[in-house]
């Protein structure tokens, strides 16, 4: 099954720092390929070097 475009990364991502927003929980931080580093930007993800992350807010 090919999901490019199909959106379903956006819900997946959305849905792990939707549940990582829980109280003593910080960031989400993943590594990704540089083909899906443009994702998790576009959700909120900041750049590291070599690693992207968000910050919860609590």
Partial sequence: MWCRNSGLGGKL???VV???GRP???RVTVQSS??????Y???GFA???G???IELGH
Wanted: charged share 20%; proline share 4%; no cysteine.
């Fill in 34 to 39: 540089k083909g899906a580093g443009s994702a």
């Fill in 51 to 53: 690693l992207l992350y």
């Fill in 41 to 43: 930007i576009r959700h």
């Fill in 24 to 26: 003593g929980l910080e």
């Fill in 13 to 15: 991502i959305d849905a």
């Fill in 18 to 20: 939707e549940l990582a």
């Fill in 47 to 49: 750049t590291s070097p």
